[in-house]
Every structure is written in structure tokens, then in C-alpha cells.
């Protein structure tokens, strides 16, 4: 027959409860581990123990030792693995916190939390997406599966962080390999930009002997470039079209609604850009000027 531990002031049933500490179900006396430890040491045969017992340090026991009471970590692990598996994630995650009511410090359950909220149906899908870079580094539960995570799970992590950084690797030198083979042709196209500019519905291009040439839609006059002389580039906006003499003068043709073909006054600009209704210029001693629609402050560049 099995032994209890019973309360030694009336002789109720001891409960363990979490912290290592044995309470009376009938007078409520509380009973240390240490006490716990000398009175199991005392009784030969099956010991019975309902509730939550931690227990720390060595004891000695003759016979069995019978834990009855709240699941173990080790088991609610298990209950939320199969869980996962059948992908019935709430349930995985009711399992997971549940064993961390029981092991606060469980890597297992960290991590379990990480896959159930990821939708993954074991390790080897989560590895796959850690891998491809889906899952946030910063993620407070996989902080805590590595916090706490075993031997075997640390070395588990290095071989998946292994994976991750060689992918990474693969992935840079083919950019920079792309880099290298196309520095060429993007030299070679550099020498041609502001050549050629297209808006929203016409096209201008600049001729080798700085005339200017231009296409499409003239509703607003933007393709009124004809005369233009002695331009070193040209940029199409909306409605409307700027060129940048070699004096560094601007000229600006075709729809002025908000301003954006005020720029005889500039001088001095070594690059001139069209947007949608707004003409910003490089100043050859870096400043940058700007005229036009200044919606959500576009032009505010006196600054810069």
C-alpha cells in the first residue's frame, strides 16, 4: 500500500505546490522541502504525492516515488508537438504555455510558441523558413528558446544560423557579381543620360549639336523646342520640358500652371530635373534650387 506525507499537526494530506512546499488540505500547515526530504527518507515503499513538487538536491528514497497531480513540462511539450502537427495551432499554443507555467525556463516551449504562431507543423518547416529569412530575429519567444535551449538545441540553432549566413553569403556575391558584370554598360549609359527624357505623354531628346528634338502630345506647348540651342541636357515633366544650356542658364517650355517654368533667373546649374509640376536645379557649388508646385513642401530644398 502506499505511504502519503501527512500533516504532522492533524494528520491531513499533504499537496505539493509549486516553490518545493507541502501544504495541509485540512489546516492549511505548510511544510518545507527539507522537511519534505527527511520524511520521504523515512518512509520505505511507494510514496504518493499529489500536486506540483520541486524538489531540489539528492534524496534518497527506498522504492518507487509516484507523482500525481499537474502534467509535467516534458509531457505538455509532447501534447503541443502532436498539436502543431495536426496544425491545430491554438491548441499547440494553450500546450506550450502551459508547460511554461511549469518550467518557466523551457526552450522546447519557447520554441513551440514561435512555430505554433508561425503555422509550422514541426522543425524542419520552421528551419526551412528561418532559412529563406521569414521569421524576425527579434521575436521575444525564439530569444528565450536560445536563452534557455539545451546542448542539443544550441547545436541545432548553429547548424540552422550556419545555413542562414551561407545563403546570405550565395545571395551577396551574386549581387555583387551582377555589379561587376554591368559596371560597363553603366558606364557606358552614363554618358548619355539627360539625353533623353521621357513625360507623360511626349518625349524629347537632345541632338549632338545641342538642338533639341521632341515628340507627342503639344497641348501645353512642351514640344516647342525647336529653337533651342547650345543644351547639354534635357528633362521632360508632365506638360512641359526643361533643357540645361552649356552656359548654365535653364530654359523651360509648355505648361506653367504652378510655376514650374520659372527658371530664367537660374544661373550656374549643372543638372536640372522635371517632375510632375515642380523644376528642381544643381548649382555648380552643390546648393540645389527649386520652383514650382510645393505641395507637402517639394521645393523647400534652400537648405540642401
Known amino acids: 500500500m502506499a505511504a502519503k506525507l501527512q ?20 489546516c492549511g500547515t505548510e511544510y518545507s522541502t527539507e522537511w519534505a526530504k527527511a520524511k520521504i527518507q523515512e518512509i520505505q515503499g511507494t510514496v504518493k504525492v499529489e500536486g506540483t ?43 506550450f504555455d502551459e508547460a511554461l507555467n511549469a518550467d518557466p525556463e523551457n526552450a522546447e516551449a519557447y520554441l513551440g510558441l514561435v512555430m505554433a504562431k508561425k503555422k509550422h507543423r514541426n522543425k524542419e518547416a520552421f528551419a526551412t523558413s528561418y532559412i529563406d529569412g521569414q521569421i524576425e530575429d527579434d521575436d521575444n519567444n525564439l530569444k528565450r528558446a536560445r536563452q534557455f535551449a539545451d546542448k542539443k538545441l544550441i547545436a541545432w540553432f548553429a547548424k540552422i544560423d550556419k545555413e542562414l549566413e551561407n545563403k546570405r553569403n550565395v545571395e551577396k556575391a551574386k549581387v555583387e557579381e551582377a555589379k561587376r558584370r554591368l559596371a560597363p554598360e553603366r558606364e557606358r549609359i552614363s554618358k548619355y543620360r539627360g539625353l533623353l527624357s521621357a513625360g507623360y505623354s511626349h518625349t524629347v531628346g537632345l541632338k549632338s549639336d545641342g538642338t533639341v528634338v521632341a515628340v507627342g502630345s503639344n497641348h501645353c506647348g512642351q514640344c516647342d523646342v525647336a529653337s533651342w540651342k547650345d543644351i547639354v541636357a534635357v528633362s521632360a515633366g508632365l506638360d512641359y520640358t526643361v533643357g540645361l544650356k552649356s552656359d548654365g542658364t ?26 510632375s509640376s515642380h523644376t528642381v536645379g544643381l548649382k555648380s557649388d552643390g546648393t540645389v534650387v527649386a520652383v514650382g508646385d510645393n505641395d507637402e513642401g517639394r521645393c523647400d530644398v534652400a537648405g540642401s
Open 250 to 275: 535653364v530654359v523651360a517650355v509648355g505648361d506653367n500652371d504652378e510655376g514650374q517654368c520659372d527658371v530664367a533667373s537660374w544661373k550656374d546649374i549643372v543638372a536640372v530635373l522635371a517632375g
Open 7 to 26: 500533516c504532522e499537526i492533524c494528520g491531513g494530506k499533504l499537496v505539493g505546490k509549486p516553490g518545493g512546499i507541502f501544504e495541509c488540505e485540512s
Open 53 to 95: 513538487v520541486d524538489v531540489k538536491g539528492t534524496v534518497q528514497v527506498e522504492g518507487p516515488v509516484k507523482v500525481e497531480g499537474a502534467a509535467s513540462a516534458q509531457s505538455l511539450i509532447k501534447r503541443g508537438n502532436l498539436a502543431l502537427e495536426d496544425g491545430k495551432w491554438n491548441d499547440a499554443r494553450k500546450y
